[in-house]
Structures are given as C-alpha cells and as structure tokens.
C-alpha cells in the first residue's frame, strides 16, 4: 500500500518537474517556434473594467435569482428529514448518500449532497449539527433510497436585491465589481 502510494507520489512529482522545467534543445523541432507567455494578471483599464460591470451586469442579476432557490430530487440509501424557517427554528435528523437531480442555486442539473446531521436550533442557537444554508426556509425528505429537498434562501434573495445596485453580499458576482 505505502509503496503504491510513493510510486504514485514520485509519479506526479516527476510529471510536475517536467512541466515546470524548459526543456532545452533536446525538443527541437516539436516545441512551438515562440513558447506561451505564463498568464499574467494585468490590471484592466478603468474603460474596460466599466465595460465588463455592464456586460456580466444582467448575467449576474439572472445568476442571483437563481441562487435563491433549491429543488431537487435526490436518489442515494439513506434517511433524512429536515424542516426549516432559517436557524430561528429547524428540526433535522438524516444520514444519506445521494446523486442529486435539479438545482441549488446556480448549481445544476446534477450535483452529489450527502447529508449526516441530528439537531435542532432555535433563534438561532443550534443544539448538535445542522448542515443547511441557516437562512433556508424550506423541507426535505429522503426515505430509503430517494428524496426530494425544496427551499429558498433568505440569504440568496437579499443578495439578489441588493445586487440591482452592484452589492455582491455572497462574493458570486462575475466580472469586476464597482464596491471593490
Ligand atoms: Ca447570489
Ligand atoms: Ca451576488
């Protein structure tokens, strides 16, 4: 075992030192006439910063209203309940594996979740280990080996509306921001 582990170690060690070492004349002919320049970070100009806010402005806004929202149905052994109107109150109990079938948020059509959570909180105290978003109002059920999950984010949706004026409360915005 350790010596499949060093094997695939060195491996990836030596893979690193070729790509990170130029290679010399030995390649000759096979290596590109002019070499790809290392990408490097130029600051935009302030007229192309002021273009790129207006093009990814309406993408981003699209983006944000999607966030709020999660559904999904999930297929995985396990069990799960969870009932939630954010961290003021919610009840969950679950352990599930599962491959999950929709959207949370911008993250879609297909997505793993696994779920290992008893606890309860209320006004925002927790008692044991809750694993959603706290803002989430919203239910989930997962009964042998499938489930369904619906919520909404209190967090996403002041995100979204605050978003119409460049805030990017949850750092998801694209492109360069204006409050930067
Ligand atoms: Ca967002
Ligand atoms: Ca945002």
Redesign the pocket.
Same mark, same amino acid.
């Given at each position: 075992m350790f010596s499949t582990t060093a094997k695939l170690f060195a491996s990836v060690a030596a893979a690193a030192a070729l790509s990170l070492c130029p290679l010399p004349s030995m390649a000759g002919g096979e290596m590109p006439a002019k070499p790809c320049a290392p990408a490097v970070q130029k600051p935009a100009s302030q007229k192309g910063d002021v273009l790129h806010m207006i093009l990814y402005y309406v993408p981003n806004r699209v983006? *944000?209203f999607v *966030?709020i929202f999660r559904l999904s149905v999930g297929v995985g052994v396990g069990y799960g309940v969870n009932v939630r109107l954010t961290e003021l109150a919610e009840v969950g109990l679950g352990n599930y594996e599962s491959t999950r079938f929709g959207m949370k948020g911008r993250i879609l059509p297909i997505y793993e979740e696994n779920i290992d959570e008893a606890g309860v909180a209320f006004l925002g105290f927790v008692n044991g280990c809750l694993q959603r978003d706290p803002t989430e109002i919203g239910a989930d059920l997962h009964v042998g080996v499938v489930g369904a999950q619906a919520a909404v984010s209190v967090a996403?949706a002041a995100?979204?509306i605050v978003g119409f004026l460049m805030i990017d409360l949850?750092g *998801?915005d694209l492109g360069p921001n204006p409050w930067d």
């Open positions: 983006l *944000d *966030d996403e995100d979204f949850q *998801d």
